[in-house]
Each structure stands twice: as C-alpha cells, then as structure tokens.
C-alpha cells in the first residue's frame, strides 16, 4: 500500500492541532504555576524594600494572603474533583439500584444478580485469584530483585532491564504476551513459550483457552509490568537504611539471612506496605489487560471488564454500576489502611 | 533567575498562542455554498435550502470505508452546501450509548443493530423520520428490510448498506484442479467435505476471533443453519424470544453446525484444531485457502475485503463465494444478510434532507460505483456494482423468490446478541456441550 502524505493531510493537520492544544494546555498551566507564586515573591519583595528604604518597620508576614493563595490553587481541583468523581460516584450508586433503562428501582436486584449467576461469580472469584497473587508476587520478586543487585557490579544495568517494562502501556504489554502465548496448529509456530514447547519435544498448547490456567498467564503480564515499580522502591528504601546499623549488625557476625530478617526487612517495612497497596489497587482496577488479551472470554473475565460489558455493551447500566459500586467498596478499605499507615509514619 | 525563567516560558506561550490562532483561522469557517446552478446538481434540486448548516454521523466505519463514504457524499455537499461530519469509531456500539445519554448525541448514526436501535427509540432518544424519508424509503425497500426500523408502526431509520452472509469462499482454482464440483444441497456440501479430508486436506477453515466482539461469526453459522433446518417461522420465532433460546429446534441447528465446526477432520485448514476457531481472526481464517491448505469457509459478501493483496476475486479466479446450499431446496432459498440503519437523533430539516439522500438511488448508486458496497435499495443498478461476489449479492437481495433473513444476534437485546450468545459460542467451541451453552443464554434472556 502506497502512503500519500497529500491524501492524508487532513490526519496530520489533526494530529498537529492535537499536538499544539497538548502543549498550549500544559505548557499554560506550567506558566501559571511558574508566573503567579513569583508574582507574589516580588510584590512582597518590592514592599519590603520599600519598608526598608523608608524606615518603616518591617511588614509582618500576612497569613490571609497565604490563604488566598491556598484557596487559588485548591478550587480548580476541588471543582474538577466534584465534577469527576463526587457526582459520578453518587449517580452510580443510585444507578446500581435502578432497572436496565435507569428510570424504576429494583433494590438489591442487580447485587443478587452478582452473586447468583455463575459467570459473574466466576469473575470475582478471578479478580480474588489477581488480587492475591499480582501484589504479593510482585512485591516479592521486586524485593528479592533489590536485594541481589544491591551494590552488585552493573546494578544500574540490572535494574534499568527489569524496570523498562514499566514504560509500556497495559495494552501494550498484553499485545505482546499474546504474541508470547501464540498458537499455530501446525507448522512454524510464532509464539515463544510454544516454540520452547516444541523444541523440548512437546505438544503446542493453546495456553490462553485453558481455565484457571489462562488467568495465571495474564496475572504474569500484570507481574511483569509491575515488579519494575516494586524494586525501584524497595532498592530505594533498601539504600535508605542508616550505614551503622548494617555494619553493627557486621559487626555482631550476622549470616546474610539473618541480615535479611532482622535488619532489611524491619527497616524497610513501611515501603514494603506502601508498594503492596498500590499494587493491590492498581490489580483491583485491571481491564487493559484482560480486554486485549481475552476480551473475558475463556472464563478470564474480572471485575472492570464486566463492568464495562454490561454497562456500554449489554446496555444493563444497573447491574455494570452494582459492579462498579462493589469494585469501589473493595478498594475503600485498602485506602483507608494506606492513610492510616502514611499518618502514624508521619506521627512515628 | 526566576523572572529570567518566567520571562522565556512567557514568550514560549505567547508564540504557541499566536500558532494556535493563526492555524484555528485556517481552517475556520470555510463555509460550503450550494452551487445549485450547475446542470449536474439538478438530481439534488429538492435538498436545497440548507446551505453552509452542518450534519454530523456518527458510524462504526472506519479508514477506506470512511474515506470511500465521504467521497460518496460529495457531490451533494457540493450542491446542497450541506457539509456533512462523518466521524467512525470502533466502538461505536458502546460509545453511541454514551454520547446519546452525555446529551452529546450525533445528528445520525448508521446502527447495524436493530436491537440497539429498538433501544434508543424505547427511551425517547431516535426521531421518527420524516414524511419525505418514508416515501422514499417506502418507494425503495421491501417492508420486510422496513420492519427491522419500524417500532410500534412507526419508521425511526432508513436501510442504507448491506451484506448477504449466506455464502461459502472457495478457489475456482484448485476445485477444477482437484475435480471438485460446487455443492447445491446440504447432503453434497457433506459429501463433498468427507471427499477432501479423505484427500489429506482440511476442508473448513473458520475463525470467530474480532476483538471484544469474538464469537460473532460462530452466531451467524448458528443462524444460518436453523434457516436451513427449521425455516423462516421458527427463525421470527427465536429472534423475537417466541420460541427459547434452548428450545429442541434450535439446539438440533447448533448440533447440525457442530457436525461441521466441531469436527476435527474438518477443522481448522492450516490453524489446528477445532479449539484453533476460538483464536483464529476472523480477517484471517480464510486465507489458508489461497494457499491450499483448506477449501471451504463461510463468511459474509463483505469478506471480499479480507483476501491478501492481489487474490483476483471471481468466477474463475483464486477465490470466489457459492450460495451455502439449502437443507431441502424444495422449502425455499434462505439467505442470512444484514445492513445499517440511518437513524435520525435530532430533526432539524437539514438533517432530514440527508436521510432522505441517504435512502434515495441517486446516493446507493453514488456510493456503489465507488467499490466494494451493496445495498438492498431497489434503485441500485447492478452495473454500478464493480465486484462479482456484490453482483451476485446483489441479485440475491433483488430476486422475489429469495427468504431474506437479517442476522438473529443483531435483532436479540444486546445482553444476548452482542453478549451471552457470543461468549456462549466461544465456549461452544471451546468444548462445552450444546444443552449447557443454550441454557446459559436462556437464562440471560430477560
């Protein structure tokens, strides 16, 4: 196929007009954020000045303004928080009580329905089987990963190569473990893991067809992506770590496991929380991946994904908001933990 | 070095702005004027009256489709001064919902669902067309393509493509290599398949992955057979949930299917086996045809779009399409088709007028010469139809004698045709049994 860039003119005035908005958008907000705090530095500035050279005492920092400012920063998010996620959040809530058409109410209905039909539990027994496994593998892998390299030889390499998958998009990444998890009856095959089957002498399988098997392959899709994030952090609390209690610890001749034990993993404890709740609620909202991998199917299926088929695809916008309502009481009181966690490290 | 700083992001805005500016008037406000005076705009005299008013469409139809449609529409915005705003998307299904209900709703949209239409119309959101739309719609369609429009006596869209699905691809080619004959009866198309897998070669190739639509194609098997098994009554019957979903007569069609789909001497020509269908794309399952490696695979006119570059579609050439042949030739000729709908969101007269347009022979015939499109509009002239698998469509959907049937999945309520009856067909293939698999989208039939 023959590429005209004159036929295609119009796509890219598009995109440069997309481009341009992008920056003006951005490049006006980093303004703002830059021109208005100066500002304010150099009124102050000018009137002490002025306080100096006419003798005058030196005017007292005025809280009010400090407010102000306050105030001019916090409204726009404050506004665009009602706007995205207060509103929707109550309108969801009622419309999980609602029929398909969002003008009766049928009470508890569309929850019943949750727990009744089989494919819908089958899909929080899925989003259980993720949330369990993605967070704890995750954090594991990563921790390991940053012990090992600590301080090894080309550790900013090792790191760098396991921390790259983090810059691909979900829907990326799923695109390429589909190509992984490929299948072709007979013949070449193109996918890695079945090219690695055949050349041990074994049948090529069908990986992704196979329940519960094909939900662990896609949990390895979220693992990959996300043990990146977990050593960065773990490494960094690990480097943390006050020099002289490691080489007291030396001192008293501590096997590396013990060092493990009773100085690393104490000392690291709240970054080991912190990285375990972030993941548990990035795993909780997973849909890119299972959307591109399976589309659901082949018993796959997790909370946002049906959340979605139901409310836009199956036109059931009562029982897509029942799962979204119940997605959202999951994560609650992961948050609160983490908040409680962030407060007493803050007090401690 | 603050102010320095400041002073270089103002200047960078200030130029972004001026860009902005100088680009925003570019663009703006080239309003099209009506050239009614010139003689090839006579055709277009009675949608006049709107010049410089904007209509937006909103479609599934993407790429050279879409370009194709807007250069099919051309002449029109010429003369009328109509400037029409196609924009496709490929989830237009889910996201039609959504700029409906946001108030953000296009003026038209092409919905390929009568179900879905059904839908909006139920809450208010679909005008009813208007008195010249209806009398042409009326001059130009069969009442049998109407009903699939028409809720409670009332038209809310006009047909505009189509596709006839009831067709088996095949290569002329190897067929005459092989001594092969095209099958006219179901117990020949049986016949015929035994004789190539006895050959070494697969003789079906299928794939039912489409993104988050997989499974569709597997439907249209279903459909098509029960038509063949059970006839046109009992089809009305099951889409309209006279019948249910599991009821015998349609788990005996799913069966008879199964003897072909699920057949792992039949299945699948270069992918695997008969599990390979769930994975197979359906762009791609047919293609191991033009290399030999199966010989049948039944799809849609539309797969004509689907061939590798430079596969010559016809009679004699690599591939072509044969009628999937009938169980009982005596009980008539079913066809399986489908087509999108033109449904109007607002009524404003300019809107209007390119409804009527779009249902007239002036437009299908516009649209038709341009490639690769057929319509079920009477006004078509099959020379303007370019490709011979159109033709041929094309004299099916204008021939009386022809039992004309628009795809089941599509007339069900979403949560079925576009939810549980997919995904039950990926199981189906899966390995589930039929029983399980039609009870389960039973159930979802509310």
Redesign the interface.
Known sequence: MEFDFAAEQPKFLMLMYGLIAFVAVVGGLLLLLDVVPTWFARRREERLVAAVASGAPLPRRRKPREGAIAIFFLLPTLLFLAVGLVVPAIRTTLLSFMDKDSSNWVGLANYAWMFSEDSIVRVLINSLIWVLLVPLVATAFGLIYAVLVDKARFESVAKSLIFLPMAISFVGAAIIWKFVYAYRGDGDQIGLLNQIVVSLGGEPKQWLLESPLNTLLLIVIMIWIQAGFAMVVLSAAIKAIPADIVEAARLDGVSPWQMFWQITMPSIRPAVIVVVVTLSIATLKVFDIVRTATNGNYDTSVIANEMYNQAFRYGEPGQGSALAVFLFVLVIPIVIYQIRNLRQQREG | M??A??RQ??A??GV??L??GV?ACG?GNDKKSGNASKPECAPYAKYQGHDGKKVTIYSSIRDIEADRLDQSWKQFEDCTGIDIDHEGSGEF???L??RVDGGNAPDLAFIPQPG?LK?FV??GKIKEVGADTKAMAEQNFTPDWLKYSTVNGKLYGVPLGSNVKSYVWYSPKTFKEKGWTVPTTWDELISLSDKIAASGTKPWCAGIES??A??WPATDWIEDVLLRTQGVEVYDQWTTHGIPFNDPKVADAVDKAGTILKNEKYM?G????V??I??TSFQEAGTPITTGKCAMHRQASFYANQWP?GTKVAEDGDVFAFYFPAVDPAKGKPVLGAGEFVSAFADRPEVQAVQTYLASGEYVNSRAKIGDWLSANKKLDINNVPNPVDKLSVQILQDPKTEFRFDGSDLM???VG??TFW?GM??WI?GKDTTTVLN?IESSWK
């Open positions: 603050a102010f700083r400041s992001a103002l960078i805005a972004l702005g860009a902005l680009t663009t299904e889910a996201q919902g959504v879905l839908r139920d809450s993104g988050d997989t499974g699948n270069g992918f695997g086996g599990k390979s769930a994975t570059q309520p979403a949560a576009a939810g995904k990926v199981d899966n389960g």
